[in-house]
């Protein structure tokens, strides 16, 4: 019987990195879809780079970082609109209250933000934050609008967190991250997923349902 083929060698994969301890985790997974035939395109936040540096990502893909609105991009586009045009899918890990802040509430003011807002694919978040913030009425109402949009959420897990308490708020393990790409992409390739961010129909909610007076 013939190999299987994996379902990663050959896809296009956006990353987005968020400031948190947890993004050397992230490398790991960057590492290991590369490995695994994907192509690999990474976004950083400024906050990002302060704990991985965009070095790590560009060794790790052999591919250029985007970390910044105004760097130049290929074909001479606005580099939101590049990677928007390249990608199949996107995993933001970890993504901190603020990145899900912003897209919950549709801001764009730094690349990822801006790429998250200008892409038609599916998105898996990966949450990594402090147990308080995770837990907060306002971070759970966030994430629960996002996933009422087709956002895909796997983890925070429960443990010890890096500012030394312990509950929910770690990120999800490079390999249970790995997992959910595939996962993500079987279902995009069997039509079970549709990209994040917009109705099933296509068309845009009433305005009675956008918070609006009919």
């Not at 990145?99 to 599916?122: R, V």
């Not at 109402?141 to 925070?156: E, I, K, Q």
Request: aromatic share 4%.
């Amino acid at each position: 019987m013939a190999k299987q083929k994996d379902i990663l060698v050959g896809r296009k994969i956006i990353v987005g990195v968020t400031g948190g301890i947890a993004a050397y985790k992230t490398a790991m997974v960057v590492s290991t879809l590369v490995q695994r035939g994907a192509e690999v395109r990474v976004v950083m936040t400024e906050s990002a780079t302060r704990f991985v540096t965009p070095l790590t990502f560009q060794t790790l893909t052999r591919q250029m970082v985007y970390t910044d609105m105004w760097q130049p991009a290929e074909k001479f586009q606005s580099a939101h609109i590049s990677l928007a045009d390249w990608g199949e899918a996107c995993l933001v890990a970890p993504a901190t209250a603020n990145l899900i802040g912003k897209l919950a509430g549709g801001l764009a003011d730094d690349l990822l933000s801006t790429t998250l807002l200008a892409i038609d694919l599916p998105v898996i978040i990966a949450p990594a934050m402090n147990t308080r913030m995770w837990n907060k009425l306002v971070v759970q109402n966030n994430v629960a609008l996002l996933v009422d949009l087709g956002y895909r959420f796997v983890g925070p897990e429960a443990g010890r967190l890096a500012c030394g308490t312990v509950g929910e708020g770690r990120m999800s393990e490079p390999e249970e991250l790995v997992a959910a790409v595939e996962n993500l992409l079987e279902d995009a390739d069997a039509g079970k997923c549709l990209p994040a961010g917009r109705a099933p129909s296509d068309k845009p909610p009433p305005l009675s349902k956008r918070g609006r007076l009919a």
